[in-house]
Structures are given as structure tokens and as C-alpha cells.
């Protein structure tokens, strides 16, 4: 910091910070008895201390494009510890939160994910698009089956059709007679490729940003920045995310890193089971339902279980748990995250046992989910999984100890 | 001095608990005629700053202030002290109370002349409460050379053997063992309450390690080690080994300006560490001495000035940053610290030879609340409701203060006390 360095407070900066679960921030008076209690702030300018007078004065230039604000797993030592009730881990989350938003294009949308008013559009807006589809899938499956002939009826030497359900599947309850697997691919595919997008212009301000702070508060010994050393950082890093060794570290709400565990490691198993899925259906030529012996089947249970029994504990620890601030933009995250497991858990069971109209239902809640997970990770709290990830590998890459 | 019911004297006023804020309150209604009676729960009147070995800011030793207000209440035969005394309840209305009173016996008369003969043959040994257990001393003692009235006391704990003993040594038949335990009434028009302070309980404080390592004292502890009368005659050295520290720091809001703890600032735990810092400087000229604080505050010029003489000695370091961690280096008994230096932003590992915690004050009446219509406040500090008169508050019992500010609600509250008596 400059000697001359003035200060310029952004009133509307606190105002948001407090709307999204940091309303303590003003009772912090610098005592920085945080910075020594949280157990993974650095020697050199720790954490959370400097972030709360940054928060209380508005700078927002000093907190948006801080990477320190990433390396905190919100784990609560700092706040259980802080004299004043300030909850500097609340406020960190809200900084994140903030943060996430500011580096989101379209801002519209990132505005409207934490705007509970906009919630029932959030979720309409899907919920018809997947109604629409259905219909379409299931009473003008015929016309459909033509259209699809006429455009490429010939390629691939024939090899491709519009249903891809099995031999005599009017009789077996297959989602692909809901839902056209063409038509959700047809959605998540372009989904799946804006939110890469919005991502990667977001990484490209961001990741800049983080550098420029760090320069400018002393926290690196680069000067410029390496984009190829960095990659190389986060994937360092990766195996460190995986383990939690950074959330173990924690120890006021040490039980969170159980549950938080769990979803990741759902996430991870259900992406490869789309993938695999993706893989037997496009290559193979083999479509769902498999039977429930098929390895893949068993992992995409042990993951949807995981999803769903972290994702509860997580909204019960919340709901317990008095010192934690949750803010709108927790509950939304959580609950689409305990949707997405629960609804698919209640699909494939209703499957089972044969009530085609409920695992339809399911089914389609299901994707209403999948779609809000998709299309707003890079606007709802689920961002943390890129921007954490950047910052602890800049953090390696910085040599930020 | 009476220790039975005295016959009750209209428009009498009571004051409850005999520090230098009691003392003042009496003095003052006294002097201008007024009946007084002083409680205090101890064997000796004086309160927190007998403890103490120097007042701020112009260390001069405690001595110095209650002399004379000893001599004014010797001179005054409208006071009447009861020591081992403490207030039962409080009944009645602005104007007309009645009070009852317990005292418990401390078997010695006023024949005693402090000659310590009991105290050479008595063999039993109590903790030594007035230097915070630091030593202990014997079951027969004078509570300490400042003490009024000047007269021994034999504990209760004393086993027969010695009982036997005591009373034996003693040529002035000053002891009774068969003095008993009385409770009394007294009728008083308006009750002062000067019930003073307690060094908030440091092993509350999780993080910081009091209790748990030897070498980690509180702020009155330090004042009894730097005392010619206190438990190393007034050198100041580390409990583990003795030794003369090289390297001593002092954890400020220690327990104080905390919600977890004492949410208020205890007004005069910076200035003790100031104050401390003198006692260190003047033992050992090489020492040298770290204040990790928050803010220091020094209200006033006197204060200030204080400060400033201590930021100008190049043996004291300032690091604004609180201590928030601690721990025990293996071996040497020596403390680890670490904080945050918030002006340069980094962490801070320091080892020093001792650490001082900046313990601050809790109302003795947020531990032992008074049976009477009083109102607190949240922290346990009795609010002055003069609208409702008759019963009032000085000194720390009111707020955390110096003895100064102690001093000026005393003679404040002796006022509202008398202007009860007079409506
Ligand atoms: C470390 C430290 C250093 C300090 N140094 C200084 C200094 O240098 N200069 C300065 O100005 N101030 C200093 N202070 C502050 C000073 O100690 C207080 O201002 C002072 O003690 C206030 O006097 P008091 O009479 O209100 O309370 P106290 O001194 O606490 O006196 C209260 C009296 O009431 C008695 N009592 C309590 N309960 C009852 C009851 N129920 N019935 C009957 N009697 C009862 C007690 O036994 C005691 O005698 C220091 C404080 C600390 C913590
Ligand atoms: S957030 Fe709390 S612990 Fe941290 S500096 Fe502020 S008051 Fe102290
Ligand atoms: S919440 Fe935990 S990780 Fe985050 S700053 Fe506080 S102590 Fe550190
Ligand atoms: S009690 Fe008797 S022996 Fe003890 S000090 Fe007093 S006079 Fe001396
Ligand atoms: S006087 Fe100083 S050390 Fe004591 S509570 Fe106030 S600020 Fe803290």
C-alpha cells in the first residue's frame, strides 16, 4: 500500500457484502485475533483480518479480485474465536459470493440467482422447456421419428434413430420415451457449453486480477505472471482438494468436511457416469436403462446415495448450527443439490417399481435440477469449485505461505 | 466499633464494602455529620488498590492515599466499621431501611497489638488469597502492613493444636475462640454500594493459556510479585524457575472489550501495563518489554502523557495486534505468542520469557449480587436509578474506573445518599 493511498468507500459494496449473509461486518475493531485463529491463513498478510476493514470501508477493488478470500473454507474458527460477533468467515463468504456475481457475465442473470424473487422464473423457465419437450417426445414421437429420417435418415449408413429406446420399449419404462435423449442432449450440450464459456471470461479477468493483488500486497515473489506455471499449480493442487486437507485443518465445524466430501466425490462419480453412458449410447449404440448388475449402475447408486446424504447433513448442519450465517444464496445451492440427488434416487426406485407416470415425474424435476445446476454454475455458489481451485493453485504458484 | 445491634440512628446512611470508593462515601457523609455505618466483607478495609504496588500516573505507592483517609476515619465518631461483615438483604423504602448484617468472627479483640507472636507458634498454613495463592501463610496474620483496624486474624481453619497454641504466645489476652458468628439489623435511610471489582477468572480465557503454563500471569498477579510485601518481596520473577525474565509481554483486553468473555473495555488494564512497564524497566534496566493491544487508551493528559514517556523508552515495543495464541515451549517454560502485527500485516511469533495478561475488572456484584431493589445493567454494574433514590452505586461497583473517577462518584453518591435523608 502506497503511503498516499486513499481510501474510496463504496456505500453500495457494504450494502451488498451485508444483504449476502455479512451483516457483522461493522462490529469488527481490528483486533486480528482471526488472522492467528484461522489455521490456514499465511505468515505473510494473513487473513481474514485485512479483508474485514476492506469490507468495512467498501473497497471493493481490494476484495473482489483478492485470491485470499478463496483460500477460506468458511470452516468458522475465526468467527467462533472473534471478540465482537463480526463472523469474519460470514463475511468472507459473503466477499465470495459477491465476488462470483461480479465476475459473471450476463450480470443480469448473476444478479438474479441471489434474488429470491426470481426464483420461481429460475425454475418456470426450465420447467416448461422440459414439459414442452416431453409432450413433444411422447405424442409426436412419430413425426418426430420422420423429420429425423428426412435429415439424416442416411448417415452414418443408417445407423442413427430418433428413439433410442430398446426393442418393444413401450413396454419397459425407459426415459428416453419422456424425454427425447436427443432433446436433453440438445439442452445440455449448449448449456454445458456457455457456462465453459462464462467461465473462461471470467477466469481470464479474474486470474489477472488475483496476480495484480497480490503484487500490489506484497503476497507473491512473481512479478509476472506464467499462465503455463499456474496450470501446472492447480494441478498440483487438485489431489489437495480432493483429500480436504484444507477444510481438515478446520476446527470449530470440523463435521462439515464429511458431507462436503461426499458431494464432491458424487459429482465426480456421476460425471463419469455420464460420460461412460455418453460413451455406450453414441459408441456402442447401447442405451438405459441398464440393469442394475452393470458396474456403472452401481456407481451412479453409490453416487446418487452420497448426493443426497451429503447434501442433507449439509442442510441439517445448517439448520443447526447457530453461529453460521445461510444466506439466501446458500439455501438455493443446497437445495438444488439435495433436489438433483433426491430426484434421482426417487426416479430410477419408481422405475423399479414400475409407476411409469411418478418416475416420469421424477424425471423430469430431475432435469428442471440438472438444468439449474448447469446453466448457473457459473453464477451460484457452485463457481467456488473453479475460483477455489484457481486460487489455491495461484496461491502454490504465488509461493503465498 | 460495634460488632452487636447498635440502637438505630435516624437518618443513618450505610456503605457497602470498604475500598477506596467506600471509604470516600463515609468519609464525606461523615465529616459533615452524618451517621455511618462501613461493611466490608474482608478483615481489613481498603480494597483492590492494597494489592497494588504503585498508582498511576504518579506511582506513588497505595500508602500514600489510604494513610490519610485511615487517620480521617480514626478521627470521626460517626463511623462505625464492621470488617468480616457482609450485607444479608436490604428491606424497606428511600428514606427507611432495614438491613441485615452477618458478621463472622475473627476471635481476635482490640486488645491486639500486632506483636505476631501467635503467628510464630501457629503451624497451620492457608493459600494466601491476597497474593492470589502465590504463597501461603499462616492461619494467625495481620492481613497485610496496610491493614485497618491493625489487628490479627485467626482463621477458622486453625486445628486445635493450634488454637491451644495461639492463645498461649498471646500476652495480651487478645484472642477469644469463643466469639460466634451474629447477624443484626440496622436502620439506615439510604444504602451506598462500593462493593468494588474482581480480576475477571483468566482461566476462562481458552486461548491463552493461564493456568495451564506456569510462566503466564495476570496483571495483579504481577502488581503482588513487584510489591515489597507480596509473595517474592518484591522481586519480580517467573513462577516456573524463579528466574529474572529477559523478554516479558503483555496480552491487553485480556478477557475484556469480548463478547465471549467481558463485551466492555475495563478502563485501566492499558494503563497497568503501562504502569508495569515501569515496575520492569526500574528491576531490570536490560528487559525488554512487549504490549500487544488493540488500542491503547489513556483518557486524559495525564494519561497520555504517561503513555507517551513509556512510547519514547527504547526497552518498550508497542505491536498493535491482540495475542490470540499461546503455548509452551518444551524445556524452558518459556511462552510462544503468536498475533498479527496489523501495521505491517504479518504474523507475529515471539518467545518470551513471560507473558502478563491484561486481565480486567468484573462487578463483585455480578458474582455475589446483593439482595436489595438495585438495577443492573447487563454486565452486572449497578445502575444509580435516582429516580428512585435511596440506593446508589460508586467506584467499579458502578463502572470500571480508576481510583480518581472512583473517587469522584464516591463523593458524588455520599451526596445523593444525604439528599435521601434530607427530602
Ligand atoms: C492491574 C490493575 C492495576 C491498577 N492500578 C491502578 C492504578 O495504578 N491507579 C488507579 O487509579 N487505579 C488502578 N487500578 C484500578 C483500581 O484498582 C480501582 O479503581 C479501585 O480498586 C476501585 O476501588 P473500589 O473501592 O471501587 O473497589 P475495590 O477496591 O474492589 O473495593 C471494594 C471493597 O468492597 C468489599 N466488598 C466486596 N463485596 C462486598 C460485600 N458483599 N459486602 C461487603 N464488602 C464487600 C471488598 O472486599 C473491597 O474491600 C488498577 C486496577 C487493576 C486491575
Ligand atoms: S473480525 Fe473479529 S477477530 Fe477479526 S479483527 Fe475483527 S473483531 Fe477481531
Ligand atoms: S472461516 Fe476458517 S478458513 Fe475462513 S478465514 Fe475463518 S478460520 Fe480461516
Ligand atoms: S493476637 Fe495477640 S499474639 Fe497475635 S498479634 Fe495480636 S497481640 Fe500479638
Ligand atoms: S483498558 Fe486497554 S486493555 Fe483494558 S480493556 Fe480497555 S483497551 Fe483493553
Redesign the interface.
Known amino acids: 500500500m502506497s503511503a498516499n493511498y486513499i481510501p474510496q468507500p463504496d456505500l453500495g459494496f457494504i450494502a451488498e457484502i451485508k444483504g449476502l449473509g455479512g451483516e457483522t461486518l461493522k462490529k469488527c475493531?481490528?483486533?486480528?485475533?482471526c488472522?492467528?485463529?484461522c489455521p490456514i491463513?499465511?505468515?505473510?498478510?494473513?487473513f481474514p483480518?485485512?479483508e474485514m476493514i476492506a469490507a468495512s470501508w467498501g473497497l471493493k477493488d481490494k476484495l473482489i479480485g483478492n485470491a485470499d478470500i478463496w483460500l477460506c473454507h468458511q470452516c468458522g474458527d475465526c468467527t467462533d474465536?472473534?471478540?465482537?460477533?463480526a463472523a469474519p468467515g460470514d463475511v468472507l463468504a459473503a466477499i465470495r459470493s459477491a465476488a462470483i456475481t461480479e465476475y459473471a457475465t450476463p450480470k443480469a442473470l448473476a444478479k438474479a440467482i441471489n434474488d429470491p424473487s426470481k426464483l420461481p422464473l429460475l425454475l418456470g423457465i426450465p420447467a416448461a422447456w422440459f414439459a414442452l419437450l416431453a409432450i413433444i417426445t411422447t405424442a409426436f414421437g412419430g413425426i418426430m421419428e420422420k423429420i429425423f429420417h428426412a435429415l439424416f435418415g442416411d448417415a452414418l449408413g443408417g445407423r442413427l434413430h430418433w428413439s433410442h429406446a430398446h426393442e418393444g420399449a413401450e413396454h419397459v419404462i425407459a426415459h428416453s420415451n419422456f424425454v427425447s435423449t436427443w432433446f436433453v442432449d440438445m439442452t445440455f450440450v449448449p448449456t454445458a457449453i456457455f457456462a465453459t464459456v462464462v467461465f473462461f471470461l471470467a477466469l481470464k479477468r479474474f486470474i489477472v486480477d488475483i496476480h495484480d493483488n497480490a503484487v500490489l500486497?506484497g503476497k507473491t515473489d512473481k512479478t509476472s505472471l506464467d499462465y503455463k506455471a499456474l496450470l501446472q499449480s492447480v494441478i498440483n493442487v487438485i489431489p489437495m482438494v480432493l483429500k480436504h486437507d484444507k477444510f481438515n485443518q478446520c476446527e470449530a465445524n470440523k463435521d462439515r468436511s464429511t458431507p462436503h466430501m461426499m458431494v464432491l466425490f458424487a459429482f465426480i462419480g456421476l460425471f463419469i457416469v455420464t460420460a461412460v453412458c455418453g460413451i455406450m449410447l453414441y459408441v456402442g449404440g447401447y442405451a438405459g436403462p441398464y440393469p442394475q448388475l452393470n458396474p456403472i449402475k452401481w456407481l451412479a447408486n453409490i453416487a446418487g446415495v452420497s448426493l443426497v446424504i451429503g447434501s442433507g447433513m449439509m442442510i441439517k448442519n445448517r439448520l443447526t448450527n447457530k453461529t453460521q450465517v445461510t444466506a439466501y444464496k446458500d439455501w438455493f445451492i443446497l437445495g438444488i443439490v439435495f433436489a438433483l440427488g433426491l430426484s434421482g434416487m426417487l426416479t430410477e426406485m419408481a422405475r423399479l417399481a414400475e409407476i411409469a407416470w411418478l418416475s416420469y415425474f421424477f424425471y423430469w424435476i430431475h432435469l428442471i435440477a440438472i438444468f439449474e445446476l448447469f446453466a448457473f454454475l457459473p453464477f451460484s455458489k457452485m463457481a467456488h469449485i473453479v475460483y477455489r481451485t484457481v486460487a489455491m493453485g495461484y496461491a502454490d504458484y504465488a509461493n503465498r505461505k | 466499633m460495634t460488632t452487636e445491634n447498635s440502637a438505630p440512628v435516624s437518618g443513618s446512611i450505610m456503605v457497602v464494602g470498604g475500598g477506596i470508593s467506600g471509604l470516600t462515601t463515609a468519609l464525606e457523609a461523615a465529616e459533615v455529620g452524618y451517621e455511618v455505618f462501613l461493611i466490608e466483607k474482608e478483615a481489613s478495609l481498603g480494597g483492590r488498590v492494597t494489592q497494588l504496588k504503585h498508582y498511576f500516573p504518579k506511582l506513588c505507592p497505595p500508602t500514600c492515599g489510604l494513610e490519610i483517609n485511615y487517620r480521617r476515619l480514626k478521627d470521626n465518631k460517626n463511623i462505625k466499621v464492621y470488617t468480616l461483615s457482609e450485607v444479608q438483604n436490604v428491606d424497606g423504602t428511600p428514606g427507611d431501611y432495614t438491613v441485615t448484617v452477618k458478621s463472622t468472627p475473627r476471635y481476635v479483640n482490640s486488645n491486639c497489638t500486632c506483636c505476631g507472636e501467635c503467628e510464630k507458634v501457629c503451624e497451620t498454613e492457608i493459600s494466601n488469597e491476597f497474593n492470589f495463592g502465590m504463597n501461603r501463610r499462616k492461619a494467625a496474620y495481620l492481613p497485610h502492613n496496610m491493614a485497618f483496624p491493625q489487628r490479627y486474624v485467626m482463621d477458622s481453619a486453625m486445628g486445635k493444636d493450634d488454637r491451644e497454641k495461639v492463645k498461649e504466645a498471646c500476652k495480651y489476652n487478645a484472642i477469644d475462640f469463643s466469639m460466634e458468628e451474629s447477624t443484626f439489623d440496622l436502620k439506615v435511610g439510604a444504602v451506598v454500594f462500593t462493593t468494588g471489582w474482581q480480576p475477571y477468572d483468566a482461566t476462562r480465557i481458552d486461548n491463552l493459556g493461564f493456568g495451564r503454563y506456569q510462566n503466564i500471569i495476570t496483571n495483579m498477579m504481577l502488581e503482588r510479585l513487584a510489591s515489597s510485601n507480596g509473595p517474592t518481596e518484591g522481586k519480580i520473577i517467573r513462577p516456573s524457575d524463579d528466574k529474572a525474565p529477559e523478554t516479558i509481554a503483555f496480552a491487553q483486553c485480556a478477557g475484556s472489550r469480548d463478547e465471549n468473555h467481558l463485551p466492555y473495555c475495563s478502563y485501566i488494564c492499558c494503563l497497568a501495563s503501562l504502569k508495569h512497564a515501569t515496575y520492569i524497566r526500574a528491576q531490570y534496566p536490560d528487559a525488554k518489554i512487549y504490549i500487544y493491544y488493540i488500542d491503547l487508551r489513556t483518557p486524559g493528559r495525564k494519561y497520555e502523557n504517561f503513555y507517551a514517556k513509556l512510547k519514547a523508552d527504547e526497552n518498550v515495543f508497542f505491536v498493535k495486534g491482540k495475542v490470540a495464541e499461546v503455548s509452551e515451549e518444551s524445556g524452558t517454560g518459556n511462552i510462544n505468542l503468536v498475533a498479527e502485527d496489523t501495521i505491517s500485516g504479518e504474523k507475529i511469533r515471539q518467545t518470551v520469557d513471560m507473558l502478563v495478561l491484561a486481565t480486567g475488572m468484573q462487578p463483585t456484584c455480578a458474582i455475589d449480587k446483593p439482595a436489595a431493589d438495585l438495577t443492573f445493567d447487563d454486565e452486572g454494574f449497578i445502575i444509580n436509578d435516582f429516580s428512585k433514590g435511596g440506593l446508589f452505586a460508586a467506584g467499579c461497583a458502578n463502572k470500571p474506573a480508576d481510583v480518581v473517577t472512583s473517587n469522584q462518584n464516591a463523593t458524588g453518591m455520599a451526596l445523593k445518599a444525604i439528599q435521601t435523608l434530607r427530602r
Open positions: 475493531y481490528q483486533c486480528a485475533t488472522s492467528v485463529a491463513a499465511p505468515e505473510n498478510s494473513p483480518r485485512k474465536m472473534c471478540p465482537r460477533g500486497e
